[in-house]
């Protein structure tokens, strides 16, 4: 069982940065690949980005690439999102989810999921 705690969502001006912390609860977290998922109101979850579960290796939708930056600290059971050159459309809520194996990039592969922390860009 894993229990996932978001944080350091806020309002920020277009173009500023924010840095995202997803805590972890358990001893097994270095055996799960995390990811990132927003929902912006009205839309559909939208997957963000993914990491492995070394770390080695992480996944961005276009739209962000350039932008952001996942990373995780294992000796801290921590996940990181680095939000830079921030844009009003990505303004949502931010979920970070785990799951044993590899990256994905679909809701439906994690298994565990926290309680989001909201992100709003002003323009």
Do not use: H
């Not at 270095?30 to 770390?55: C, D, H, L, N």
């Amino acid at each position: 069982q894993v229990q996932l705690v978001e944080s350091g969502g806020r309002l920020v001006q277009t173009g500023g940065s924010l840095r995202l912390s997803c805590a972890a609860s358990g001893r097994t977290f270095g055996s799960y690949s995390m990811g990132w998922f927003r929902q912006a109101p009205g839309k559909e979850r939208e997957f963000v980005a993914s990491i492995s579960w070394t770390g080695g290796r992480t996944f961005y939708i276009d739209s962000v690439k350039g932008r952001f930056i996942i990373d995780r600290v294992n000796a801290e059971n921590t996940v990181y999102l680095q939000m830079n050159s921030l844009k009003p459309e990505d303004t949502a809520i931010y979920y970070c989810a785990a799951r044993r194996g590899l990256m994905g990039s679909r809701d439906y592969e994690y298994e565990y999921w926290g309680q989001g922390t909201q992100v709003t860009v002003s323009s």
